[in-house]
């Protein structure tokens, strides 16, 4: 499948964080992701772009191609801050935390975290499960 020039031109700005197989991907997935109406697992994407859904090289893009995630999120930040903020506008970065819950024996990584929501000043609320944090960007 053939992608469009201005997907591949997009993740060209993140051609220094990857390796060129990763670039590849990415490109892939995120051509995947725009053309696809409904869910968006990795399984509906692959079968939507023409690969077998239970066994597209898209599984393992995160843990086995070498992709700095740091390194894409400063581009894409750079990238924001180019496109939406004028010269001399200060960027204005916004923290969350949250809770997923996670049961079951197998969950890999998962920890007991306080939950802000569920909890108060005299009574602290715990959790089985993730800590996602979430760093937004405010344009005004």
């Known amino acids: 499948m053939q ?8 993740m060209n700005n993140f051609a220094e964080c990857v390796s060129s197989p990763s670039l590849s991907r990415l490109t892939e997935l995120l051509a995947a992701r725009i053309i696809t109406i409904g869910k968006t697992t990795v399984t509906n994407l692959s079968r939507v772009f023409g690969f077998d859904p239970y066994n597209s090289p898209w599984h393992h893009l995160f843990s086995r191609y070498r992709i700095s995630l740091w390194a894409l999120s400063f581009v894409l930040i750079q990238l924001i801050q180019k496109t939406f903020v004028a010269d001399g506008q200060a960027l204005v970065f916004v923290v969350d935390d949250t809770t997923c819950l996670h049961n079951g024996k197998n969950v890999f990584g998962k920890a007991k975290h ?18 996602w944090v979430v760093i937004s960007i405010i344009i005004s």
């Open 3 to 10: 992608i469009a020039h201005f997907i591949k031109d997009f």
């Open 114 to 131: 306080r939950d802000a929501a569920r909890s108060s000043h005299t009574v602290t609320t715990l959790l089985w499960g993730h800590k």
